[in-house]
T-cell receptor, first 115, second 111 residues
Framework: DAGVIQSPRHEVTEMGQEVTLRCKPI?????LFWYRQTMMRGLELLIY????????DSGMPEDRFSAKMPNASFSTLKIQPSEPRDSAVYFC?????????????FGDGTRLSIL | KQEVTQIPAALSVPEGENLVLNCSFT??????LQWFRQDPGKGLTSLLL?????REQTSGRLNASLDKSSGRSTLYIAASQPGDSATYLC??????????FGKGTSLLVTP
């Protein structure tokens, strides 16, 4: 089975540009999570969806960040305008139900550099 | 707010040694605890998940234990191999759905 697929793997862009990160969760999983990893703060949850509906976006740093899940097999995380402090690795994860014994499965991440 | 701490931050051992990685958390009202492995430039691979009602889980050379009352978990790796070199992350889930991660332990196993 294919795992969580993220694109692009690497993104380098200049400050002020719009950045769109993409994620395809594992088929059949009904929870999708976006995380950000930095050296200073480690891994932090940004937002998660259940059945394509955003449930908790309290981790989204500011209004420049937005996330959508138009269908069960696709989600985007958009940053507009981007800033150098947004440079990080962004991970998408999916899970089958949210019960005690269900692990979250992670993609390989998108390494984002804002110059 | 749940705080997750992993000690040590880095560890170097010769091949063949048994080793223990530590994870502590401040809020004992957890749903589960998960151990992940992260290789450089890669995503996270789930190694073991311990439910709140369990005390330990085993997979091959890996054994993870959970003591909720003291807010501690350990990951035991038996007969370490160079291929075990990676960063190991502990993550705790409370009543919400977010995983609260530690900063990880960077492990190097030398031949």
């Amino acid at each position: 089975d294919a795992g969580v697929i993220q694109s692009p793997r690497h993104e380098v862009t200049e400050m002020g540009q719009e950045v769109t990160l993409r994620c395809k969760p594992i088929s059949g999983h009904d929870y999708l999570f976006w995380y950000r990893q930095t050296m200073m703060r480690g891994l932090e949850l940004l937002i998660y969806f259940n059945n394509n509906v955003p449930i908790d976006d309290s981790g989204m740093p500011e209004d420049r960040f937005s996330a959508k899940m138009p269908n069960a097999s696709f989600s985007t995380l958009k940053i507009q305008p981007s800033e150098p402090r947004d440079s990080a690795v962004y991970f998408c994860a999916s899970s089958l139900f949210i019960q005690e014994n269900q692990p979250q499965h992670f993609g390989d991440g998108t390494r984002l550099s804002i110059l | 707010k749940q705080e997750v701490t992993q000690i040590p931050a880095a560890l170097s051992v010769p091949e063949g040694e048994n080793l223990v990685l530590n994870c502590s958390f401040t809020d004992s009202a957890i749903y589960n605890l998960q151990w992940f492995r992260q290789d450089p430039g890669k995503g996270l691979t789930s190694l073991l998940l311990i439910q709140s009602s369990q005390r330990e889980q085993t997979s091959g050379r890996l054994n993870a234990s959970l003591d909720k009352s003291s807010g501690r978990s350990t990951l035991y790796i038996a007969a370490s191999q160079p291929g075990d070199s990676a960063t190991y992350l502990c993550a705790v889930r409370n009543s919400g759905y977010a995983l609260n991660f530690g900063k990880g332990t960077s492990l190097l196993v030398t031949p």
